[in-house]
């Protein structure tokens, strides 16, 4: 089992950044898949970014490629989700999740797939 906690959440203006960080406590965290899940106000949990266990591959959904940047360090137990160019419609609260099982892009990029949650950390992006 691994327990995550994400912070790093905020106000900014259109056009900042933001780094969100996921610390990770627990026997195995270096071993799992971690992914960037974000819920809009009025919307479905959806999947942001993920990475996997070694860092060796990152997945992004379309809207957020170019602007964000997943990375992992595990000696660290921490995964980060660097924000640039952030616009209001990334306005959500982000959470960190992991997947135990996992670490193809198919199975990654389905929010549903994920096995721990952290508690979320809130953004919003002003116009």
């Known amino acids: 089992q691994v327990q995550l906690v994400e912070s790093g959440g905020g106000l900014v203006q259109t056009g900042g950044s933001l780094r969100l960080s996921c610390a990770g406590s627990?026997?195995?965290?270096?071993?799992?898949?971690v992914g960037w899940v974000r819920e809009a106000p009025g919307t479905e949990r959806r999947f942001v970014a993920a990475?996997?266990?070694?860092?060796?591959?990152?997945y992004y959904v379309d809207s957020v490629k170019g602007r964000f940047t997943i990375s992992r360090d595990n000696a660290k137990n921490t995964v980060f989700l660097q924000m640039n160019n952030l616009k209001p419609e990334d306005t959500a609260v982000y959470y960190c999740?992991?997947?135990?099982?996992?670490?193809?892009?198919?199975?990654?990029?389905?929010?549903?797939?994920?096995?721990?949650w952290g508690q979320g950390t809130q953004v919003t992006v002003s116009a």
């Open positions: 627990g026997r195995t965290f270096s071993d799992y898949a």
């Open positions: 999740a992991a997947d135990r099982l996992g670490g193809s892009r198919y199975l990654l990029e389905n929010e549903h797939n994920y096995d721990y």
């Open positions: 990475i996997t266990w070694n860092g060796g591959n990152t």
